[in-house]
């Protein structure tokens, strides 16, 4: 049974290429079939943190409108090959999407993967709406603080309204995820806190993602944070948030820095 | 020209929608024997329709378009000026006769029986707005709402009162003809009484409302002070000014 989820936000920047390149490469890691699928026409990233980027052909576009079959524009992955990259165009724009075309491509990803990830891109227009459209599950990616958690829930309600599955009555499994967590800023209140924003979002927790250097410099690296330094905090975070999307029961820790910050006072004068 | 002028400058007509009750008659075949009836019962309440408007319903009797305007006479002889027409072939009618009227919801007015006082003065029979609101009973006249309502979502109850089980987000608005109950915490938009009723309430387990308003009345956000603001609130309208308390 394969599963379609799109990472979603509505705001823009609070990590959904960073989220969607870390789950699905702890998925994969873990010997699941995985395709991520960047929706972000015009203005692609997931290609970069996957570093992928130079071996772009084909693109999402083009199997949408039918000018390539999707395994010349799938791309798999260099570490893991479980691991599979369908990449968005940067030339072109949201309306060159089709629903039917969407549609279609997502129906042929589903029988080739066990899971299929769809970036979704900012906002509430159609880019985002299509990413969602077909889709079985959703996580919503969400910063402490309140711009980003009302975004978060206008997106909710369009998850529940704009879908396939919502048009026929069904139901979207819906998780927040939320990253850029900082303990410190939080307990200091210069950041909602983590009931603060199950509360007004009421919706389960798949996890939390400690704000942290690593996930920068993973980026930059062109590696998906699960796989450029396992034991960091976002890797464990996001590898644990992967276990209960499988549906295992992990429990909920706030991961806190304080082992990255003893190594950054001792790690570094012994090296 | 300057007629052209005139009407450019002064292109932003408002218009208005508004109910009204009419009564309905609906003839049946033979309309001879029909309109017997009708001066039958109209003998006993001389004059009941004058001033009032009346629709005439045929979906019962199938009339061509001169059927339709011999009937039209024929009532206007008793002094029953017709409105519109209910039921009737739209390819049978054109610009002489009454406009086709559709979607009409009946109203408890309309048991009217020979025996009501046959001079009731015509304002009874035609209320506006308000009254013509009345749903039906076959109407619902509350909404329970279970899930959270969700940023950019409006809820529209013209018809009374809104429950809502879960939170209303900052950015969503609820619009209720009658009262509105939050159990989960309000940060949204809470209008009530919307369609012109000053005795609509609010009442919220934890407001953190962007706005309450009861019948055009408001408030927002930023005069709640300590003991209204994250408190269990009721608001209601007293001589003209939106009372928020805490409640209980």
């Known amino acids: ?78 570490r893991i090959d479980t691991l ?10 949201k309306d060159a999407l089709t629903e039917e075309g969407v549609g279609r491509v997502i129906q042929e ?14 906002g509430i227009e159609r880019g985002a709406t299509l990413a969602m459209r077909f889709v079985d599950e959703a996580i919503i990616v969400t910063n402490p603080e309140v711009s980003s958690v009302r975004d978060s829930d206008r997106i909710i309600g369009l998850l529940d309204s704009k879908t396939e599955k919502a ?25 909602l806190n983590i009931a603060d924003v199950l509360d007004i979002l009421s919706l389960p927790l798949l996890g939390i993602i400690p704000e ?18 396992v034991t960091s905090a976002p890797a464990r975070a996001y590898t644990d948030a992967a276990r209960r999307l499988k549906g295992h029961d992990v429990p909920m820790t706030i991961p806190s820095d304080r082992k990255g910050f003893l190594d950054k006072l001792f790690g570094r004068r012994a090296a | 020209m ?22 309905v008659l609906a003839p049946q075949a033979p309309v001879i024997e029909w309109l017997a009836q009708l001066d039958n019962w109209t003998r006993n309440s001389p004059g009941f329709f004058a001033g009032r408007p009346v629709v005439l319903d045929l979906s019962i009797v199938k009339l061509g378009r001169p059927g339709i305007s011999h009937l039209l006479a024929q009532l206007a002889d008793r002094g029953i000026s017709v409105i519109g027409l209910e039921g009737a072939d739209a390819s049978q009618l054109d610009s002489s006769l009454p406009p086709l009227l559709t979607s009409g919801r009946s109203s408890e007015r309309q048991e009217v029986s020979a025996a009501a006082p046959p001079d009731a003065p015509a304002d009874t029979a035609v209320a506006e707005g308000a009254a013509a609101a009345l749903p039906a009973p076959d109407e619902p006249t509350s909404l329970l709402i279970e899930t959270p309502v969700r940023s950019g979502q409006t809820v529209f109850f013209p018809n009374g009162d809104v429950t809502v089980l879960g939170s209303v987000a900052s950015g969503s608005e609820i619009i209720a003809g009658g009262s509105i109950h939050v159990y989960g915490t ?5 209008m009530a009484g919307a369609r012109g009723n000053a005795r609509a309430r609010i009442f919220c387990r934890k407001n953190e409302a962007e706005l ?36 209980g």
């Open chain 1, 1 to 78: 049974m394969s599963k379609v989820i799109v990472v979603t936000s509505g705001k823009g920047g609070v990590g959904k290429t960073t989220t969607t390149a870390a789950l699905g490469a702890a998925l994969a890691a873990a010997g699941q079939n995985v395709v991520v699928v960047d929706f972000d026409v015009g203005l692609r990233n997931l290609d970069l943190v996957m570093g992928a980027e130079r071996r772009v052909v084909y693109d999402l576009i083009n199997v949408v409108q039918g000018a390539a079959k999707l395994p010349q524009a799938l791309i798999r992955d260099k």
């Open chain 1, 84 to 93: 599979s990259l369908l990449p968005a165009s940067q030339t072109r724009d």
């Open chain 1, 109 to 122: 990803l589903r029988a080739k993967f066990d899971w299929v990830i769809c970036d979704s891109p900012a």
């Open chain 1, 167 to 191: 048009e026929k009555g069904e139901r979207i499994e819906k998780h927040i995820l939320i990253t850029r967590y900082d303990a410190a800023r939080a307990a200091r209140g210069e950041m």
């Open chain 1, 212 to 229: 942290s250097e690593e996930v920068l410099r993973a980026s930059n690296l062109g590696s998906p944070v699960t796989l450029n330094d």
């Open chain 2, 2 to 23: 300057n007629s052209t002028s005139v009407v450019e400058a002064n292109n932003s007509i408002r218009f208005c929608i508004r109910s009204y009750i009419a009564f």
């Open chain 2, 186 to 190: 309000l940060r949204g938009r809470a």
């Open chain 2, 212 to 247: 309450l308003a009861i019948n055009g009345y408001y408030r927002t956000a930023e005069e709640w002070n300590a003991a209204i603001r994250s408190q269990p609130i009721h608001s209601w309208l007293e001589d003209g000014v939106l009372r928020v308390a805490p409640l």
